[in-house]
């Protein structure tokens, strides 16, 4: 178990000044329950709130890292509508989720882009979400270890092969699972997240967060398993005292540090 890890995907959720109020409210909370143990925690919010709640962050102190939800893997040029990892880091980002079902069911993107946008984002210094996941026929058909892996194999395929994976972040997300208050048992997701360390042990194990309605009620029971490190956490973010209590009750179930 490394240092649990938890981040708050937006979506398309909140303008500039929710987004903004949002942090005011969570440095609030905090400071009346002040946080016991160590953790990550990231914030993903749309481009639009990504520099100034950057700014925020900074201005305030806050305990909370920034993340996109998506890159183009191009440095600059003719890309109408897109952005690049340099525009990333200087908005104040340290993470960039990237291959969300979201973008692979509603914008075409498959495992070669998927590469390409990892490569970008380890290349600017970025710490990439790598986010796999099976769909529900998949799981019926017994696919999911198969779907996982070859999700994660290719995201991470452009990599050059000194490069260490253990900075970089995977998120394992059942399709089926997203915004359907439907999620596996804790037990199965240990085991896909096993299986996921065991085949990247040679170049470095990523942290791997679960995500898929992730909430207060059910986060300390995934928490508990030793191969999940956080969570990615969708609808429940989206309030920032919720966020903070599955934070808190996260942490508080996470196995030991080894
Ligand atoms: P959910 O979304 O928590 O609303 O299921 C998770 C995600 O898509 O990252």
Known sequence: ????????????????????????????????????????????????ALFSAGHKIKEG?????????????????????????NMLCEAGCQYV????SERRKYFGENDAIIAAKVFAAV?????????????AKERQEGKTLEVVQRQVKEGFSKMAGDMSLSHSIIAYEPV????????????????????????LKENGVP???????????????????????????????????TFLNIVQVGARHAAPLP
């Open 123 to 135: 290349e600017a210094g970025l710490t990439p979400i790598l986010c796999v996941g099976e769909s």
């Open 207 to 241: 942290r791997i967060l679960y995500g898929g309605s992730v909430n207060e009620a059910n986060v300390a029971a995934f928490m508990k398993e030793p191969h999940v490190d956080g969570m990615l956490v969708g609808g429940a973010s989206l309030s920032a005292e």
């Open 61 to 85: 102190s806050l305990p909370i890292g920034l993340a996109a939800q998506n890159l183009y893997f191009e440095a600059d040029g003719a890309y109408t509508g897109e952005v690049s990892s």
């Open 176 to 199: 089926w699972a997203i915004g359907t208050g439907n999620t596996p048992i804790p037990s199965e997701v240990e085991q896909v997240h096993q299986e996921i360390a065991r085949h």
């Open 97 to 100: 989720i990237i291959g969300h």
């Open 1 to 48: 178990m490394a240092l649990p890890c938890f981040v708050a995907n937006f979506k398309m959720n909140k303008t500039v000044a929710e987004t903004l109020s949002y942090l005011t409210l969570y440095r609030q909370r905090l400071s009346e329950r002040p946080q016991q143990q160590n953790v990550e925690v990231i914030l993903a919010p749309p481009y639009t």
